[in-house]
């Protein structure tokens, strides 16, 4: 039954529940009766993809830790688009709270289809800078957040025989130049392997798993505390990196992740897409 805005209302009937679309004589779950968590979805790229998904009608589960405001906002904007969505505080790092943050999705919006592993957190440190207490914190959500958050809705995708899973990685995992960034590369290199070793779990189920590896993007975070003078500094520096001589912004991520989540991506899994311009400054 559609709702208001067009869209498939959710159903707690499991025969009713799969609204599925035909691709070349495969069926495929449709777009507008799915439901994604997006971690880290108050802002940046985790926003822009949470808007990226709720313009095909997905309905969204609002990850956010410590900024209500913004994850209020992000609701707002996709409700605006004419999709279901809901805030949830849970920090990533604590696997308990990431279990209860996905059982109130399901309770709320209906089974989990989509899952977009967006929260991350930056650690700049050189090898004579690092300390075990920083770098614990550093892999507890860049790592350990990813895998919270798969194992608690692995279930329900492998109930259903369907899932698509998109970890927002860094080319930071690959090598760049940047000084300073060994410990968020190792993290994002983490991430790396373990979505190919769980899509090779979790393939036979119906789930994909890749990840996407952006470059330097520019966000409010990024942007953040920077006069224009200093920020247009940052930009050309690293345009003149990128064989496209551009800055890359949320959308283009978004635009990445939706393809990776997409119900005809059925075939494409355990790979990392890399999205930066075209970087020339890998070490």
Not at 19 to 39: F, L, S
Not at 72 to 82: K, Y
Not at 202 to 228: E, Y
Request: charged share 15%; aromatic share 6%.
């Amino acid at each position: 039954m559609p709702n208001c805005h067009g869209h498939a209302a959710y159903t707690k009937n499991p025969s009713d529940w799969h609204d599925v679309e035909t691709i070349k004589g495969r069926t495929a779950m449709a777009w507008n009766n799915q439901v994604a968590i997006i971690t880290g979805g108050a802002r940046g790229l985790g926003r822009a993809s949470a808007l990226a998904l709720a313009a095909q009608g997905v309905a969204i589960c609002v990850n956010y830790t410590a900024r209500p405001d913004a994850a209020e906002a992000t609701v707002a904007a996709i409700q605006a688009l004419g999709a279901r969505a809901i805030a949830v505080q849970a920090d990533v790092a604590d696997a308990a709270a990431v279990n209860a943050m996905a059982a109130r999705a399901e309770a709320e919006l209906g089974p989990v289809t989509i899952l977009v592993n967006s929260a991350g957190i930056g650690w700049l440190r050189t090898l004579d800078q690092w300390d075990a207490e920083g770098f614990a914190r550093l892999r507890a959500v860049n790592v350990d957040g990813v895998i919270h958050a798969v194992r608690a809705v692995m279930e329900g995708m492998r109930a259903r025989k369907y899932g698509r899973i998109v970890n927002i990685s860094s080319i930071a995992s690959f090598g760049t130049k940047m000084p300073g960034n060994a410990w968020y590369a190792a993290t994002k290199a983490e991430v790396n392997i373990l979505t190919k070793r769980f899509a090779l779990e979790l393939g036979p189920h119906g789930i994909t798993c890749n990840a996407v590896a952006p470059g330097f993007i520019r966000t409010d975070m990024t942007q953040g505390g920077k006069s224009a003078a200093e920020w247009a500094v940052i930009e050309a520096h690293f345009n003149a990196m990128t064989m496209t001589g551009t800055m890359g912004e949320a959308e283009d991520i978004a635009n990445a992740v939706a393809f990776l989540a997409a119900p005809a991506s059925r075939w494409l899994t355990a790979q990392v897409v890399t999205v930066d311009g075209g970087r020339m400054d890998y070490i």
